[in-house]
């Protein structure tokens, strides 16, 4: 009678277990409306059904933060955005640690049941979006505090010997564009000269490299570069002429399924977008095509590649760990074991969580102009540089002598 | 083996129940001494700020043009750059070095921030005020020096360990001579550990 009543007790506790692990919602049903939402204008209504899971001690709260910043930031609500992407970092530091509790349950049971910490990239990524608000909200200071601090994190994957690919062209090329702001050539020139290493077929950088050395009094670098690209004179933007630059955050990144082979880990699906690029017009005169810097389809894809060895030796281990659990239980009542192997194979799924919102690409238009008010639009093109339907609203901006106009347009469709 | 399978259902049990679960702060009590070390993170604390803004007053003070000075130089403060890899409120390090410079006597200050509501107010009471207690225009007492700064760090990380190190540096400058008159700065090195492994 006593087993019997303990064999009863281990059963609901299995039972009971494995309802929680499937029943606990997933960041993925959460996420699925994301995009019809987003794209009929409403992500403000979209971060504001997330908001609560967002600011919630939990372990999807980093992911829920980068969706509700990015929503926010689409929203152009740069304050809002802040507060997500500046509590998301700071956990990133908090949480970024083995949790032997944490890992041991996920072996068990899923890998969703593990604090989500965010990749690396996506780490960078939060300096990224934050250095962006704070142009957007005309805070130099802050956002040069953004482009440190994702400065010192590369330099820390740098010297952790991380894989190439983990260093951002991007965030050199926006910190190189504040840096020119601040007047400080010298970190400029060291910054777009990153870039070069990174990513040397962004249009603008034959310029931005001379102009930048030139400014910097770095002579014999303007003089090999002036060779190199053939260019005369030293690119310099003319006194009493500012820039409009456009941050152009291009589509969809990347979506996590499951895998077609083996369902317990995650796949990486492309997602498509129309607009691919945008065409910068200040006037009726002036155009110029926005240059992609940086593809988070690319990086996301290889990250996932690289963990893919361990995320399968994990889920074998998980297979052995549940089959031991099983048999166990199957010792003292065959009906129990078999219950709770259904229970923990059901529980057995792909973590799919991922900073769901962000862009396929981060590209850069920029136009140099007489300081003053000028008429500035943008329009989206499709891989055949034809309209794609998407438009940057017009709009009148001030342009000062020797600065930047920053503007920021996202295209979702 | 009944052990084992036991010890790993109750913290897959544990586990996914915590990750589940809210976590909220709920004990709150007074630290009633405010200039006790604050070490709790990595970031900029408030026993950074003073601890230099201490020594800097210290500095100021004891300088050779407030020290002589006839009369209490009128001092104007305008900004200390933040060049730090953190957002620190750097107003916050003006005003504690500001009120403590007051409370020592020797300087007076004149306050930028409150220019547009005082030229405001004595537009206002031109016309409405009674004439034997209003105040007229141009009779304001203009800054001797102007007090300004910068904020720099160089943050170190290499495995577990991370050191942060802080230079403030400020200067006052004479308005009439452009004569940079006191300039001073204070350092601090913080060292921390990262816990790799946790429950």
């Known amino acids: 009678m006593e087993s019997r009543c303990c064999n009863l007790r281990r059963l609901l506790s299995v039972f009971v277990l494995s309802v929680i692990i499937v029943g606990c919602a997933s960041y993925n049903s959460e996420m699925s409306n994301t995009q019809t939402m987003i794209r009929a204008g409403n992500a403000r209504g979209f971060a504001e059904s997330i908001k609560e899971k967002a600011f919630t001690d939990g372990k999807d709260q980093i992911v829920f933060l980068f969706e509700y910043g990015t929503a926010m930031q689409i929203a152009g609500d740069y304050e809002e955005s802040n507060k997500a992407f500046l509590l998301a970092e700071q956990l990133t530091e908090i949480k970024d640690y083995y949790s032997i509790s944490n890992i041991s349950a996920s072996i068990l049971t899923s890998a969703e049941v593990e604090q989500y910490k965010g990749e690396d990239y996506e780490k960078v990524l939060i300096n990224a979006m934050l250095a962006i608000n704070f142009l957007m909200l005309n805070n130099l200071e802050a956002a040069m505090v953004e482009t440190r601090k994702l400065n010192d994190k590369l330099y820390k994957y740098k010297y952790e010997a991380k894989r190439p690919y983990e260093q951002n062209p991007f965030a050199f090329y926006l910190a190189a564009m504040i840096r020119e702001q601040d007047r400080d050539w010298d970190g400029a020139f060291i910054d777009y000269r990153r870039v070069k290493k990174l990513k040397p077929d962004v249009l603008y950088l034959k310029a931005d490299l001379i102009r930048s050395a030139a400014n910097a009094r770095r002579y014999s670098e303007v003089k090999k570069f002036k060779k190199q690209y053939g260019f005369k004179d030293d690119q310099r933007i003319p006194k009493g002429w500012g820039e409009v630059v456009l941050v152009y955050l291009q589509g969809w990144g990347p979506q996590k399924v499951p895998n077609t082979q083996w369902r317990s880990i995650p796949e990486l699906q492309r997602r498509f977008s129309y607009t691919k690029y945008m065409k910068l017009k200040v006037g009726h005169e002036k155009e110029s095509m926005s240059q992609p810097i940086y593809s988070v389809s690319d990086v996301a894809v290889k990250t996932l590649n690289d963990a893919y060895a361990g995320m399968i030796a994990k889920r074998v281990a998980g297979r052995v760990a549940k089959e031991l659990v099983a048999q166990r239980l199957a010792q003292e009542n065959e009906l129990l074991g078999a219950i709770s192997k259904i229970g923990l194979n059901a529980a057995d799924r792909a973590d799919l969580r991922h900073w769901f919102t962000l862009p396929d690409t981060f590209q850069v238009a920029r136009i140099a102009v007489p300081a003053g008010e000028h008429s500035v639009s943008a329009e989206g093109l499709t891989d055949l540089d034809e309209g794609s339907g998407e438009y940057m609203t017009p709009k009148t901006v001030a342009v000062k002598p020797g600065k930047k106009t920053f503007l920021l347009f996202r295209s979702v469709r | ?199």
């Open chain 2, 1 to 199: 083996m009944k052990n084992i399978t036991l010890i790993i259902l109750m913290i897959t049990g544990l586990s996914v129940l915590s990750g589940c679960g809210p976590k909220a702060f709920v004990k709150g009590d007074y630290d009633n001494n405010v200039n006790d070390a604050n070490l709790l993170n990595d970031k900029w604390s408030e026993s950074d700020m003073q601890k230099v803004v201490r020594d800097l007053v210290a500095s100021a003070t004891g300088s050779y043009s407030i020290a002589n000075a006839k009369r209490p130089p009128v001092v104007m403060v305008t900004r200390l750059q933040n060049k730090t890899s953190e957002h620190i409120d750097t107003q916050s390090i003006t005003d504690m070095v500001r009120v403590e410079l007051m409370r020592g006597g020797r300087v007076q200050f004149v306050d930028k921030a409150a220019r547009e509501d005082i030229a405001e107010e004595i537009e206002y009471q031109k016309n409405n005020a009674a004439r034997n207690s209003r105040k007229e225009g141009g009779q304001q007492t203009g800054a001797d020096f102007i007090l300004n700064g910068r904020l720099d760090s160089i943050v170190q990380q290499a495995g577990r360990d991370k050191s942060v190190y802080y230079k403030v540096t400020m200067q006052m400058t004479n308005l009439k001579t452009g004569v940079m008159v006191w300039s001073d700065y204070k350092q601090l090195r913080k060292r921390f550990k990262k816990q790799r492994v946790g429950l």
